[in-house]
């Protein structure tokens, strides 16, 4: 019985689903199919309808920049991200190299065989060994 039910219930969901596919779209997504919410040009040669035009333009002009009011907050929160993120880095660059300023000490470690030597030096080694 329970089998029969879930065939039933497929054979709904598939059918619903063609029968979507058949239909007509009047609807696409992302976009509006209304003509009032586009710009429309205006036409030079019938003057009465500029004023009807420029206040249809002038109101989508306003949602358009009404629709900028949320970005402006998200930049500002992610200014603010980014200012705090520099901050931190700032501080970890300058724990970086007070530890290394730590570590190597303020004279330079003695490394031996790293005096200068004079070229006469030099020779006169050269015959040593050669001795």
Aim: aromatic content about 6%; hydrophobic content about 35%; charged content about 20%.
């Amino acid at each position: 019985m329970l089998i029969y039910i879930l065939i039933v219930l497929f054979v709904i969901l598939i059918s619903y689903q063609v029968y979507l596919a058949i239909l007509p779209k009047n609807l696409i997504e992302g976009l509006e199919n209304n003509d009032t919410t586009t710009y429309q040009p205006y036409d030079p040669n019938n003057s009465l309808i500029l004023s009807q035009q420029n206040a249809g333009n002038i109101e989508v002009l306003k949602g358009r920049i009404d629709s900028f009011d949320g970005v402006k907050e998200s930049v500002d929160n992610m200014q603010q991200s980014i200012n705090s993120m520099q901050t931190q880095i700032d501080g970890l660059v300058e724990q970086q190299v007070t530890y290394a300023q730590e570590m190597a000490g303020s004279t330079p470690p003695d490394v031996s065989g790293t005096d200068y030597e004079t070229t006469e030096n030099v020779e006169d080694l050269i015959e040593e060994e050669e001795q």
